[in-house]
Structure formats: C-alpha cells, structure tokens
T-cell receptor, first 113, second 112 residues
Framework: NAGVTQTPKFQVLKTGQSMTLQCAQD?????MYWYRQDPGMGLRLIYY???????DKGEVPNGYNVSRLNKREFSLRLESAAPSQTSVYFC????????????FGPGTRLLVL | DQQVKQNSPSLSVQEGRISILNCDYT??????FLWYKKYPAEGPTFLIS?????DKNEDGRFTVFLNKSAKHLSLHIVPSQPGDSAVYFC???????????FGAGTILRVKS
C-alpha cells in the first residue's frame, strides 16, 4: 500500500515549456487535491476533485489545468511554465466528501528558469 | 489576507520540555482544525485534529486546545523529543467543506 505517489520528484523547466505532474493513490479515496508550497506561505490549494469526473478551482488556479483521469489518478498540467510557478507541489487525497483529513504525497520540486 | 496565521516562524525547545505551537484564525465559519507535521523532502502527515464543538483533544504526547472566542488554537507536545523537529502546519476547514486553509508553518527544533 503505497498511499499517495507523485512523479517526478524533481523537474527543471525553461520558461514557456509545458509539463504534467502525475499523482496516484491506492487508498480508494474519492477526493483528490493539488497544492503548492512556497516559503512563508504554507500550502495553497490549486485545484481539487471531489469525485471522479469533477474538478474545481482552488485558491491559486491560474496557469494550471487538471485532469481526474480515473478514481486513482489526478494530474496537474502547466501549459506554459513561468518562473512564478517555481514551487513544491503536493498532491493529497481524502476518503470521501466531508472527510476533513487529507493524506499527502511526497511532493514534486519544480524549478522554472 | 491570511485566514490562518502562525505568527512564530520558528521555535526552539530543549528535549523533555513542553513545546507549544500557536495558530490564530480570522474566519468564524471554520469548524474543524488540523495539525500536520512535515519533515524535509517529505509530504505533510496528519497529526491531530479538533472539532469546534470541543475545546481539547489529546493523543499521546500531543494535545490540541481550541479557544473559539479568541479564534486561537495551540498544539502542546509533552515531552518534546528530537524526532519532533519538523515544520508544523495548522489548517482549518469551513463548515460542510472539504477544502483546507493552511497557515505558513512553524519550524520546531528540539535540542538534545
């Protein structure tokens, strides 16, 4: 039981390049989330998915898109990376809508030059 | 405007003593609060939570206190151990919602 896994662990991009961050969970959770963590700012919600087939914007969605591919997988796409998107990205999941506790993956460290 | 604030960026405590981490919030509609612990290069892990209908919740060495009138919660760790050295995030959730709002975190260093 791996919990929440994220790939890649680390990525360097040039401004304007695109990439997709992958997230998968094997806990049969319904809800999944993408956060970014920046120094001095805690974790901020980018997008979330309450269930398969649904996605909603969080606090900082601009410059990102998401896909809830199936119940297990929730990907985050940067279409045209900008230096302001340099951050650590965390994926999380929770068992069902209304369950507050979220379980986090190990993170993806992204550097945009 | 930060709705959840952790005003102490860092805290240093001697092993065996009590660690007290503080968190303030501004939105009175928050009704559930959580503490997460994060080691370097790892994701946050859930530590303890409290519902707004309670004022205290205890789990082993960890106790969370909630003062709704002051919109303040605190995490007490007794006794503190070197392995407790980590970043601690306070998070809050609105009534009926799943989304969490996080504070900026407090770095705890427990010296042996």
């Amino acid at each position: 039981n791996a919990g929440v896994t994220q790939t890649p662990k680390f990525q360097v991009l040039k401004t304007g390049q695109s990439m997709t961050l992958q997230c998968a969970q094997d806990m049969n959770h319904n809800s999944m989330y993408w956060y970014r963590q920046d120094p001095g700012m805690g974790l901020r919600l980018i997008y979330y998915s309450a269930s398969e087939g649904t996605t909603d914007k969080g606090e900082v969605p601009n410059g990102y898109n998401v896909s809830r591919l199936n119940k297990r997988e929730f990907s985050l796409r940067l279409e045209s990376a900008a230096p302001s998107q340099t951050s650590v990205y965390f994926c999380a999941s929770s068992p069902m809508e209304g369950t507050k506790t979220q379980y986090f993956g190990p993170g993806t460290r992204l550097l945009v030059l | 405007d930060q709705q959840v604030k952790q005003n102490s960026p860092s805290l240093s405590v001697q092993e065996g003593r009590i660690s007290i981490l503080n968190c303030d919030y501004t939105n009175s509609m928050f009704d559930y609060f959580l503490w997460y612990k994060k080691y370097p290069a790892e994701g946050p892990t859930f530590l303890i939570s409290i519902s707004s209908i309670k004022d205290k919740n205890e789990d082993g060495r960890f106790t969370v206190f909630l003062n709704k009138s002051a919109k303040h919660l605190s995490l007490h760790i007794v006794p503190s151990q070197p392995g407790d050295s980590a970043v601690y995030f306070c998070a809050a959730s609105l009534h009926g919602g799943d989304k969490l709002v996080f504070g900026a975190g407090t770095i705890l260093r427990v010296k042996s």
